[in-house]
């Protein structure tokens, strides 16, 4: 497996898949690898000849008050694993390969960034679009992969290409879940144990929106309503937001007709939790 | 020559080229040809194996009050002057192509955007580096080609370029000018005859400085002064801004060290004409 921390080491890498005429895949990361990440590369291993994951935890998607100094990091673990993942190239530069002074340039994908997560961590999208766009324009890769637990993210990512005519396409990966239903997230370390018992409430509430829209509700305040019900009785859980938007424009809806996102971010403590689901859909479907 | 309307025949056009091992080249216009824009051309034709040409009248780099609906267009004129000046492709798409319903990706380059025309002309420079993104990730060109005239645009587009790691070599073109200075702009149709006999004091009041420049004056005010002077003495011609500043990050500058970038806006009625010159050095050192 390649270890590459310029721009250059990585181009030169997918210079050679391309001459084998070969195609190669991105699996955009933070690093700290949980199962999640692990399925992306797996996934991009079934679809790509060659595969690339970059590792960078990226200050411009943070805001002042998060938690960007204490994400959890850990290279040679993370190496290990994606060696393990069959992955070919590691992408992991340092911020000033990727902010060189003078850096003066953003990505701003507006609409879809206004609501949800977007409302939460104001500049948060613009940093990921800003970082993803680097990413891909660096490695060129053929296919990017992102899971669906930021299912925001994805749509973002998604407009963005569009917009910018780039040349590559998105592919939403399933979350990946604990045995207790929780998804996993490198911001999971961070619970204590009282924290973590509490947070399979998240997905067992999501779950129940999809119970009740398969016995025919349809009704968004109504779904709404149950998963804060559920939620609020979880002890130590702070609703930050429960939407239910249109896909993939997330626009907000009273009547659920096509599939829609159903989202969500819980705080426990100082750690704040995300997840979702498409109700009257699918994966497929984002 | 290849006429191509939308984003597949172009990229088809382009994946020819490449299949010959040839390099491609983009000169990037909102169309209706003067001798400056058939300099790009023929200069890419040196360099590049392959010359592609877009013409887009751009509305997102127009203001509301600006003349984005009689900015001047001839698509057949234009066709044949290109073909003449080696053009291989000529990529014309619809407003539609460009911006679908839905777009919502804009490129921001700050800093370099809030001086000289950007202030002059908010949103100017965010239209500009966001179509000329989505035209270098259509295209992918080798190497993009613009002109010397509209100096602060090659260095925001160098500036996203080299932030967001685009692929390709930006060159700045030399400005063409009319036989007594004036610089060729698809704009100057819109000057009367009396306009048109006064618009060459941009250009004499640029030499005037490099003439003091040549003589060992080093003070930007005292420069900016002779050049205001001359510029205000012309019949009917109203001063936008007059600045020098340093290249390539634009900052203002109170006594030339190396080379400097002094450019002009100035008004003929309702005729807005940008000129200007790297001082204390050559187009090399934009």
């Known amino acids: 497996m390649h270890i590459c921390r310029t721009v250059e080491e990585i ?122 766009n680097k990413l891909f324009n660096i490695v060129q890769p053929d296919r990017a992969f992102f899971g669906q637990k930021d299912a925001q993210q994805v749509l973002v990512i998604r407009r963005m290409a569009a917009d910018l005519n780039l040349p590559l396409e998105i592919e939403a990966v399933p979350t990946v879940r604990e045995a207790d239903g929780l998804a996993m997230s490198s911001r999971n370390v961070y619970l204590d144990p009282e924290q973590r018992r509490a947070a399979p409430v998240l997905y067992q509430s999501l779950q129940e929106a999809e119970k009740l829209v398969q016995a025919g509700e349809r009704n968004a305040a109504r779904l709404r309503g149950a998963v804060l019900e559920k939620i609020t009785g979880a002890p130590g859980a702070q609703v930050d937001y429960v939407e239910i938007r249109s896909l993939p424009d997330l626009e907000p809806l009273t009547e659920l007709r096509g599939p829609a996102l159903l989202a969500l971010a819980v705080r426990f403590g100082a750690t704040r939790l995300i997840d979702n689901t498409v109700l009257n859909g699918g994966v497929s479907d984002l």
């Open 11 to 132: 181009r030169a890498f997918v210079r050679l898949v391309r001459a084998r005429g070969q195609t190669a895949g991105l699996v955009p990361t933070m690093g700290y690898f949980h199962q999640g990440h692990l399925s992306l590369m797996r996934r991009a291993g079934e679809v790509c000849d060659a595969v690339v994951v970059s590792i960078f935890v990226n200050p411009l998607q943070f805001g002042p008050q998060e938690d960007f100094e204490r994400y959890p990091r850990d290279f040679e673990r993370d190496a290990a694993l994606a060696e393990e993942a069959g992955v070919d190239a590691v992408f992991v530069p340092p911020a000033l390969v990727m902010y060189p002074p003078g850096f003066a340039t953003h990505v701003e994908v507006g609409r879809l960034t206004g609501c949800l997560c977007g409302a939460s961590r104001p500049g948060h999208f613009r940093g990921v679009a800003t970082v993803v």
